[in-house]
């Protein structure tokens, strides 16, 4: 069974985004990022997310499914279990993640990161910070 390692919650303005988002981060053999909505009849989206640029992951999906302001080439989640890698090629990510950061500080959305001990997320503290600078992120005391 996988551990959960980070949450993040997206929540905006009542009128633009009446529903708050959580994005889980589970990790163990390999992450996984899967989108909630609280919503009655939602289903989990997941995505397996590259290790270097999964701060970039994170914002891609909310880009791509909670603003759905960007579009990837390809469907990023599949039955197959296809990761990151496999579906874009570097130039890709590297456009889609551009757009995604564009896309998020041109909203009003707000992003809380909830780090917890062994989170592959915690060595991109600084990356978060200064990407999102007004995204709050709280980690363990022992990171401190």
Partial sequence: MASLTAT?????AQLEMPTPYLIELTENSRPALILNQFQ?????????PTVETMAED???MVAVYILKKVEPPVQLHDASGQTMYD???????????????KAI????????????????L???VEKIRGLLPQADITIPLTKE
């Fill in 105 to 120: 500080k041109e909203s009003r959305l707000s992003l809380i990161f909830n780090l917890l001990e062994g989170s592959s």
């Fill in 40 to 48: 009655k009849d939602s289903k989990p989206i997941v995505i397996i």
């Fill in 122 to 124: 915690l060595d991109s």
């Fill in 8 to 12: 993040i919650l997206i929540y905006g």
């Fill in 87 to 101: 579906l874009l090629s570097e130039d890709e990510r590297k456009r889609v993640y551009k757009e995604s950061l």
């Fill in 58 to 60: 994170v914002l891609l």
